[in-house]
């Protein structure tokens, strides 16, 4: 980690160089050692670029075990010896066994679900524009959304580890349903690899607490003077959603962990009953296999809301301001992020309707959980229609929030089916439901992240990033992600089971090899593609072309009021005042009018 | 050695992006940014069509090289799969022309409002009239999805027919095994703990149970056709789940925790062949819940027949309980049957339906 270190230090080295230091009233920070400066610091901005570098580093590591896995998909028959020159026992003669794929694919879940898409967006973007956005100096508690960082990388750290212990790291799958994940002799890694798993995912869940509990506050006690809650840009909105719903839901994972965790290792019966493993009759009796999933469902489920509703925010956001128009219906998106936010924690079981759940229970399921697809269509509608009669331009932040409405759409439509139960015994854990929550969740949140990025990079760096490139990396991901997931559809129709390394026994699901080889020579030119971004990133901080205005984008947020390099503190002098909402673009025959903009004596009302 | 190659060549790729984009920006800087800005946009604007055109038309084509090879190209082998095959082609329908509206209206104002200078923009921030009609529309049509849905799944999981076959199916690592419940029609009782498969008891059956003495063990599900069968589903280790794809129906098998699922098999697997055109064809168990490093493999197969066929293969079997008495003899074994007696107490009427 110490080259991630040193990319932050210089970074930062420039941003205090900018800043004015001294204009405001925070005077803790005379003197800072090396170590105050970059590691244990509390400046909200610094903390979410720890973020964002943090999460770019997983997810490369992420993206790079699907490409693998992805191989043995896509040429089971074939041999890659440097597989075995890498991963020695694990790739034994150039191939993937069986027990390496299954790591590869629960790490590969693990990792982009919580340290990319929860972590490394939430964590990013609620750190960095939270205080810009509302007018404030720095969060609530500094120190808190320190410790969150680094609880964070604990947890970095242990799952990290576990990648290299013997018998492997956690390999049951994202969802580490037990028993299969409380015995160990079941297997290999339900060893160690798991103890390693939960522990990490503890860390992450006391960062995760940390971080929300520090944004709520900051959201509703440090506004400026003048932005009432009604008055937020919609980014600010969803961070709040999505706060309030880890708060909420993140401790009942960890009950969960916990629970696990005895049961693996002092002799508990949580979830264990009545099991014959490998010949071997153990005494556990009266647990509930099932629980556990009610358990992480409960979390799981709120989960992938954790995920999409940032980039839900930020795309309102890069949408209306690259429309040159008001987002459309201002109070249905909050309203509807409301309706989604209270449905999340209602819905839970609709992962669960083969488990043997009460079917009586599971109607309730099946109604709660269509009922929010009514809140979504009406996001995607007004989406929409912020872009009609609008005066587009295509940065490339613009270009990944087009794309994420419609991966949101077809993602979103896929929901339809497998909310509705019946569809959904038939559905259940094929290839049906890899290609609903990749496109949906997967690709299309790392849409908003990639928008996110380019629209406030000039925030965060002073600089842009290289324009060619990001249109390479927008067109070929956009495209690669179609390709990749659309005709898996076509495999789950015919029922092809997920979490599978080879289908090629089975005369029901053998039809696809050829289909399987295109997705994986796909998935690794996009892969490729995303080292380009990558690559993009890591030049553009010292060499991108600067940014010479305060506002580039000629938005309306505050946090484009602050100097090109804001110091600590974010505004120099005061922190300016809010007079109206952050929408009026296109009013009065005004191309944009800044939130801190008094109301005319005759402008016209909305 | 060809590794290496392609490592070079995409190194080299790298390296000429790099450049070229490099030398876009440059390029850009000296011809005004503004200039630049306005190329761009057209070309983005102009790919926002492209990419709609060609990727329902790419949509058209996956559909036509794999349409054959889902399953909604054969009629399904269940009564409730009938039903689910029909709820699956109206969600089909209505998502479809959704996806169709909404993916074309997106990138049709893209492009149609992409930037230009004479443009002023119609400044609208809400109207309760169209939001209103977009809240509305939809829950009229999930309203009939979620009503149709739930009348399916109150037939699909409710209490099977009073004639139903009887048929357990146990899942372990990595096989599964069927047992039958012989002429009573009565599972014989359980207890995990007499678990013992060195000595032909690998399903944990309590031999103290009179019922179990007909029971019939078998490696293949045998079914047959037209008549309604209960799986009644157990698993011994972790969690897997009976997966009947040409049924359209799975459920889960959880230690502990039996769970059960019903239908009736309207073909025969030589029906099916002639159906599907596939010489080969089978029906298969397969498991859909990951159960550890075997989970690929752990592949079960079901034979639908008439009930003279099936009539023919019970009578070839011998239930298991003999099997079991036979290898044991002389001595009918006195220390194991001690054994059950002691953990009798202990023991749960499991799976004794009726
Ligand atoms: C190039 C991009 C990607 C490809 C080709 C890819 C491919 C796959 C495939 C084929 C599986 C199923 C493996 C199996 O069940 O046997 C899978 C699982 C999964 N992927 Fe991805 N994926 C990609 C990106 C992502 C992203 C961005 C996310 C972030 C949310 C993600 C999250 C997951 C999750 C949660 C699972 C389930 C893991 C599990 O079953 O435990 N993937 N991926
Ligand atoms: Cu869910
Ligand atoms: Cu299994």
Known sequence: MSSETITLGQAVAEVHSHGSHDAHGHDHHHEESFLSKYIFCTDHKMIGKQFLITGIIWAIIGGLFSVLFRLQLGYPEATFPFLEDLFGKWAAGGRISNEFYYALVTMHGTILVFFVLTAGLSGTFANILIPLQIGARDMASGFLNMLSYWFFFGASVVMFASLFIQTGPASGGWTVYPPLSALGQASEGSKLGMDFWLISMALFIVSSLLGGLNYISTI???????????????????????AVLGVLSFPVLLSGAVLLLFDRNLGTSFFLSEIVVKGEILPNEGGSAILFQHLFWFLGHPEVYIILLPAMGMVSEILSVNSRKPIFGYLAMVGSMFAICILAFLVWAHHMFVTGLNPFLGAFFVLLTLLIAVPSAIKVFNWITTLWKGNVR????????????????????????LGNSTLDI?????????????????????FGMFAGVYHWFPKMYSRFLNNTMAYIHFWVTFVG??????????????????????????????????MNRFISTVAMIVFAVQLLFVFNFFYSIFKGRKVTSKNPWGANTLEWTTPITPGHGNWPGDVPEVHRWAYDYGKDGREFIPQTEPIGANESKH | MSGYFILAILG???????????????????????????QNNRINAFLMIVFLVLGLAGAWWCNELFYNKTLLAQPAASDHGEKIDFMLILTIAVTGLVFLLTQILLFWFAYKYQFSERRTVYYFPHNNKLELIWTVVPAIFLTLLVGLGLFYWFKITGDAPKDAQIVEITGKQFNWMMRYPGKDNILGRKNYRLTDASNGNALGVD??????????????????VGKSVQLVINAQDVIHDVGLVHFRLKMDAVPGIPTTLWFTPLYTTAQMKEITGNKEFVYEISCDQICGSGHYSMRGVIIVETQEEYDAWLASKKPQYLTVKEAATPTPAPADSTAAVSVLNASKPLAQLK
């Open chain 1, 481 to 514: 992600a179609y390709l990749i997931f659309w005709p898996m559809h076509y495999a789950g129709l015919a029922g092809m089971p997920r979490r599978y390394t080879d289908w090629s026994n089975w005369q029901s699901f053998n039809m696809f090899a050829d």
């Open chain 1, 220 to 242: 509703l006690n440090l506004r400026t003077k003048g932005l009432s809650m009604t008055r937020l840009p919609l980014t600010m909105w969803a961070i709040f959603f999505t």
């Open chain 1, 394 to 417: 295509f940065t490339p932040g613009m270009l990944f929030a087009i794309g994420f409405v419609s991966l949101f759409i077809s993602g979103g439509l896929t929901g339809i089916f």
């Open chain 2, 12 to 38: 080299l790729a790298f390296i000429l992006t790099f450049q070229i984009a490099k030398a876009s920006e440059y390029v850009s800087v000296l011809k005004g940014e503004e200039k630049s800005f306005k």
């Open chain 1, 426 to 446: 038939h559905l259940h854990d094929t290839y049906f439901v890899v290609a609903h929550f990749h496109i949906v969740m997967g690709v299309a949140s790392f």
């Open chain 2, 207 to 224: 031999w103290e149970d009179g019922a179990s003495h007909d029971d019939i063990e078998a490696t293949e599900m045998h079914l047959v």
